[in-house]
């Protein structure tokens, strides 16, 4: 539900040669799993697809490293929510590194965004479109008009918004509020929580998506040609982002939206609420190739929902071991241009990662330990590292 062209994310910005891409990072309160890797390896593949055509690529990702889910591991663990925020920022990166995800060019934090974020909350409310309660918290009215109208993202009605809302870090029953939907700006201090100096706004912490809207105007550019994440973030969160910056700026937030598909594990969606995760790190530490491991992501597409079972690893693997044989044969000059050509034309439409892998099965099954041409064979390794990210050395 990003692009209006059904061949994707490549065909946002064929034209311009630069493309702003925003992808909302992590809560640092756990372990990367696979359905956070799914979705950084999707997005790592429209950059290197983007760099492979020579665009200029500005990638910004923030993490969210103050917000309740921190808090609460923290006080439910005993660890001072900073260090368990660094120490899991930290192995997320780690992992992204195993994973050979080319990083961003800027990693933001919303604690260092604090100063950017009030002035940006102080504006909604000089503007009107933000109020603050009796108790100091500062919400965003939903009602404010801005182009395209509320509702744009998602394409959800009011109706479908109200339960969702609640479900992903809304607060729809809060007393005082002018409409259930208004989503929080600024949280007034609490007691034993982290607080910072708010000047008008008086001392508080953000609220969740005011930071991505800040962070993504300041360290990105208005309008980011890609704003991506989890499907599950297109409501509230891109919803709510691309409101505030809207409502700030008069411009739209984005040209387009990539949602990335869920990961399930066990029945149910994988996540760190249920448990159920299957967990990067722990794959590498008993001994799963990373590079197994980003083939496990690329052959779903990244638009799809899917189930991770215990086979999937052993036959990413086999297929792995099949591609590094056939890279150790060898491949005609003539023959690994035409996969070249092929891996760029499948992954130009919407990023069909599956059929990429497709075709280096069908590669692999046809190559032989003849006569070849090791500039053919250079060419197909480094289009596969380029394009995909799989070392097939």
Known sequence: MFCSSHRGPAGTCRKKKEARLYVCGITPYDATHLGHAATYVAFDVLQRLWLDAGIEVTYVQN??????????????????????????????????????????????????SIPEVVEAVTALVDSGCAYTLDNGDVYYRVSSEVEPPFGSVSHLTRAEMLPVFAERGGDPETPGKEDPLDPLLWRAARPGEPEWDGGRLGPGRPGWHIECAVIAQRYAGLPLTVQGGGSDLAFPHHEMGAAHAESLTGRPFAEAYMHVGMVGYEGEKMSKSKGNL????????????????????????????WMYVDGLLEDATARLEAWRAAA??????????ELVAELRAVLADDLDTPAALDLLDNWADESD?????????????????ALLGIDLR
């Open 63 to 112: 993490t969210t490293d103050v917000d309740d889910p921190l808090l609460e591991r923290a006080a439910a663990t005993g660890v001072d929510w900073r260090e368990l925020a660094t120490s899991q920022i930290d192995l997320f990166r780690s992992d992204m590194e195993h994973l050979r995800v080319l990083p961003p060019a800027h990693y933001i934090g919303a604690v260092e």
């Open 278 to 305: 299957v967990i990067v790190s722990r794959l590498v530490e008993q001994g799963a190739d990373p590079m197994a491991i980003r083939a496990v992501l690329l052959s779903h597409h990244y638009r799809s929902d």
């Open 328 to 337: 150790h044969a060898g491949t005609d000059k003539e023959e690994a241009e």
């Open 369 to 385: 330990d003849g006569d070849s041409d090791p500039e053919g064979t250079r060419l197909v390794i480094d289009a596969v590292d």
